[in-house]
């Protein structure tokens, strides 16, 4: 049957069907819970917060289900040079978005602080907590974390966006690959190569890296139904991680007006930006978006760009400015069907399982 492959093996779970790790809030125990339960395995992505919230959460998850579960981390967590953003530079980015300040009716923020690191501290609490699945974007942990990883039971997950990034994660002896075609919503993770370099299709990106590495490979990007499960099967991936299909679904962090976006007309057109947050992401096409394109040396690195955006987004979603907002997701959106996510996991099982059942007696 479709479902038995090395990923549900590894994993312990029934079905390879990964729900995307969100991060910056959008993720949620509730969702996790529900798509572990449902045989598939629900995922977190923690890289927003604090060791003790990581900790925090973990046990709200293990409160919630007995089942495997992922939780994911970005390895490398800015781009801030080692001297900082001048302030000509921050000058130059509020003269650019003061008109979208002004229009939300929130003063310029201050310049934002340094930022430092978190991800020693955080992946030293998932090296404690040893969820089945420690999955992770922006490069790769040291060989130590990953030694440890293995010593503790925890099964690895790096992400790829290029055939090159596939073979380095491969070679640094992950578990699994997730090959992230530029469909996907969210974040582009590439780590060798600039983002914008970084954008093959799904199937065509899982088609190169099933080529040439042997280690077994998660396809994501605009996979939100059975036939998108059953097509990158067919091409040879061992599982799917489905992202913005549940992002949309009630259960998840995504605000009500997110999850509204996500199904209107407006979805179906969709941008890749730095605009948010610094690094190059995919969303809702907004006015906002399409004025700053071309305009991306100006912004600040991630995180702080992100850091500085933050009152412009709470004041914007408080005016219901939805031109001055981005709102992840992925090419995919303009399909979906689903608000309940207990409902997506039965349709994608049932679906998959009619799709293959067909091809094999046909």
């Not at 529900?34 to 293990?62: C, H, W």
């Not at 530029?182 to 890296?209: C, K, M, N, Y």
């Not at 730095?274 to 907004?286: C, D, F, P, Q």
């Not at 992100?306 to 412009?312: G, I, V």
Request: with cysteine; aromatic share 8%; proline share 5%.
């Amino acid at each position: 049957m479709w479902y038995n492959t090395r990923v549900t093996k590894l994993l312990g779970i029934d079905y390879p069907i990964m729900q995307g790790p969100f991060g910056g809030n959008l993720s949620s125990v509730e969702l996790v819970a529900i798509v572990s339960d449902a045989g598939g395995l629900g995922g977190y992505g923690a890289y927003t917060l604090s060791p003790r919230e990581i900790i925090e959460v973990n046990e709200k998850i293990k409160s919630s289900t007995n089942k495997p579960y992922n939780i994911n981390l970005w390895v490398s967590d800015s781009d801030v040079p080692y001297k900082g953003v001048t302030d000509e530079q921050y000058e130059e980015v509020e003269k650019l978005f003061k008109p979208y300040f002004d229009e939300a009716g929130v003063a310029l923020p201050l310049k934002p602080a340094p930022f430092l690191s978190r991800f020693e501290d955080q992946v030293q609490v998932i090296l404690d907590v040893r969820p089945k699945l420690f999955s992770f974007i922006f490069g790769i942990p040291s060989v130590d974390i990953l030694d440890q990883c293995r010593k503790r039971g925890i099964a690895t997950a790096g992400t790829a966006t290029t055939l090159d990034e596939a073979l380095v994660l491969e070679s640094a002896g992950v578990d699994l690959i997730i090959s992230s075609g530029f469909e996907a919503g969210g974040h582009r993770p590439s780590f060798l190569d600039s983002a914008e370099q970084s954008i093959t299709g799904t199937f065509v990106l899982l088609q190169l890296i099933k080529e040439k590495v042997k280690t077994p490979v998660i396809a994501a990007g605009g996979i939100a139904n059975g036939r998108g499960v059953a097509a990158a099967l067919t091409l040879g991936a061992e599982g799917v991680q489905v992202g913005t299909a549940f992002l949309a679904c009630d259960e998840s962090g995504a605000l009500p007006l997110h999850k509204q976006m996500l199904f209107s007309d407006a979805a179906k057109y969709t941008m890749l930006s730095r605009a948010y947050t610094g690094r190059l992401g995919r969303g809702i096409t907004r006015r906002l978006l399409k004025d700053l394109s071309g305009k991306e040396k100006t912004f600040l690195p991630f995180p702080l760009q992100s850091t500085f955006m933050s009152s412009l987004k709470n004041a914007a979603i408080d005016r219901r400015n939805l031109d001055i907002i981005m709102f992840w997701s992925g090419q995919i959106a303009p399909v979906l069907k689903h608000k309940k996510a207990p409902a997506l996991m039965q349709s994608l099982i049932e679906e998959t399982t009619k799709i293959t059942t067909t091809k094999t007696t046909g």
